[in-house]
């Protein structure tokens, strides 16, 4: 039976993750780099990042952060992010991604992505494509994280991505961003229908009903989700050491390894402080699971900032 992808949607600011509404409302979640690990254990099919800033602030999403990545993800990553160039893909993928994501260059200059194409192989390229309806439901794609419009129509933007050689394409709904309830199917649907290169649906997704209907009602090959932003998990216990339990504290040493890997119960304690839950689970008939809950710290944490 043909199961879709499980994508989780990193998004980044500032070095930070973050959980954005409407493309708006950013809220900080946590360390990227330990999101990383959590979806390791998870076993999501794919990662993608996405630097929310590097196109309006005209620069490359970090390649020190791409290499990090690649040395903690056990699965493929695509990464997106102030791509402007045939040797921001080099680099990007040098660094270790094994794809990229185009969004600004893809919408404002449309033959880049047929060089793109041409140089590194279709199922290197993946376009993203934003949509936001205006007044009387008319719908159009936006490019530089949302602030600038395109005038033209997702389908037609789609077809003319797989045209000139992207091997997938991302919708995401601008509207259902970070709303957690439900993507646009009737968009998902319109985009999967008007090409044949893979498709996956983003934004607004809330449970794994969501994530079911995406495939069977919008012809989602791949359902990808903010599941960064996934708030309030309940406390996980964590087992002390034999030699606190006696009554003593226990070494330097161990207390170090305990904050640097302690778990239980399916829980994994980040370096951040924040504690995570997650869990995989095969709902009746489904046959697509994945729920990632994480508490935020009580304080902020310091986190890796992009060049």
């Known amino acids: 039976m043909f199961r879709p992808r ?33 979806f390791n254990d998870l076993q999501a099919d794919e990662l993608v990042f996405l630097d929310i800033l590097a196109s309006r ?13 690649g040395e903690e993800s056990n699965m493929p990553f695509a990464v997106g992010g102030g791509i402007r160039t045939l ?51 008319r719908e159009q794609t936006w490019v530089l994280s949302g602030t600038r419009p395109t005038g033209q129509a997702p389908e037609d933007c789609a077809r003319r991505a797989e045209a000139q050689g992207a091997g997938e394409i991302i919708i995401q ?66 087992k002390r050491p034999r030699s606190a339990q006696r009554g003593r504290e226990p070494p330097p040493a161990a207390v170090a390894h305990d904050r640097r890997q302690g778990t ?15 869990s995989v689970a095969d709902p009746a008939g489904s046959n697509l699971a994945l729920r990632c809950d994480v508490r935020a710290p009580r304080s902020a944490p310091r986190t890796r900032r992009l060049a």
Do not use: W
Request: hydrophobic share 45%.
């Open 87 to 137: 040797e921001d893909i080099r680099l990007v993928l040098s660094a270790g991604a094994e794809k990229v994501v185009l969004n600004t260059v893809a919408g404002q200059d449309p033959d880049f992505v047929v060089q793109a194409a041409e140089t590194f192989g279709s199922s290197t390229i993946t376009v993203c494509i934003d949509v936001r309806r205006k007044l009387f439901g």
């Open 173 to 238: 709904s601008m509207d259902h961003d970070g709303t957690m309830q439900g993507y646009d199917l009737d968009l998902v649907r319109r985009v999967a229908d008007a090409v044949t290169i893979p498709v996956v649906a983003l934004g607004g997704a809330g449970t794994l009903t969501d994530l079911v209907r995406a495939h069977s009602e919008g012809h989602a090959t791949g359902v990808a989700a903010d599941l960064g932003g996934r708030l309030e998990a309940p406390r996980v216990a964590r």
């Open 6 to 38: 499980v994508i989780p949607v990193l998004l980044l600011r500032h070095g930070g993750l973050v959980k954005t509404v409407k493309f708006g409302k950013h809220t900080y979640v946590g360390d990227p780099i330990n999101a990383v690990r959590i």
């Open 57 to 69: 602030e005209k620069r490359l999403v970090s390649l020190d952060f791409v290499r990090d990545v």
């Open 264 to 278: 239980s119960q399916g829980g994994v304690k980040a370096r951040t402080g924040a504690v995570i839950t997650a």
